[in-house]
């Protein structure tokens, strides 16, 4: 296993577009989380899956964001009609349980809207 | 409220000496805490963590962090900067299934 795997590396879109971006996590883990990083700033939390449940989605998730795992492996991450507000580095991370297991990280995807 | 606040924004280190990261934790239960490191265009990656064990964990790359809940402390130290170690640093607190980062601390190191 690589490890944590997510397409595209970058994005570049128009404002107004929807996004979908892909996230392949390690195989045997059950939790799958997202970030979102902007420039300057550490990663902040948007949503996780315990298998193919969304257990918890941010405050930051907007009404346009919409996450899914289906069959618990790998994850979707949309965004409709998309901002300039939304350019960011998007991470995908995933784990074998809690906090306590350590978390791997993927390269992410870079959003630029323009 | 689970927070984690990163006291320098930027470190500027002379290769050979010794590096300290200071991070400051709030956290109503004991935590779970880590340090990351991402370098430009890469991914983060974990140094080490610290799960109520040791209080002085060991990480990679000649890195170690030591546990003060009297201080509610987590400072990341290394010995001898190397100009690899030149990156973004982020204080990660892990509490409620998910991770909480600090705004990150930028270490240069100069030759």
């Known amino acids: 296993d690589t490890g944590v795997s997510q397409d595209p590396r970058h994005k570049i879109t128009k404002r107004g577009q929807n996004v979908t971006f892909r996230c392949d996590p390690i195989?045997?883990?059950?939790?799958l989380y997202w970030y979102r990083q902007t420039l300057g700033q550490g990663p902040e939390f948007l949503t996780y899956?315990?298998?193919?449940?969304?257990?918890?989605k941010s405050r930051l998730l907007s009404d346009r964001f919409s996450a899914e795992r289906p069959k618990g492996s790998f994850s979707t991450l949309e965004i409709q009609r998309t901002e300039q507000g939304d350019s960011a580095m998007y991470l995908c991370?995933?784990?074998?349980?809690?906090?306590?297991?350590?978390?791997?990280f993927g390269s992410g995807t870079r959003l630029t809207v323009v | 409220a689970q927070s984690v606040t990163q006291l320098d924004s930027h470190v500027s280190v002379s290769e050979g000496t010794p590096v300290l990261l200071r991070c400051n934790y709030s956290?109503?239960?004991?935590?779970?805490l880590f340090w990351y490191v991402q370098h430009p265009n890469k991914g983060l990656q974990l140094l080490l963590k610290?799960?109520?064990?040791?209080?002085l964990v060991k990480g990679i790359n000649g890195f170690e962090a030591e546990f003060k809940k009297s201080e509610t402390s987590f400072h990341l130290t290394k010995p001898s900067a190397h100009m690899s170690d030149a990156a973004e640093y982020f204080c990660?607190?892990?509490?409620?299934?998910?991770?909480?980062f600090g705004a990150g601390t930028t270490v240069t190191v100069r030759a």
């Open positions: 991370a995933s784990s074998a349980g809690g906090e306590n297991y350590g978390y791997t």
């Open positions: 195989s045997e883990h059950n939790r």
């Open positions: 899956f315990q298998n193919e449940a969304q257990l918890e």
């Open positions: 956290s109503s239960y004991s935590p779970s």
């Open positions: 610290y799960t109520s064990a040791a209080t």
């Open positions: 990660v607190l892990g509490a409620d299934y998910k991770l909480s």
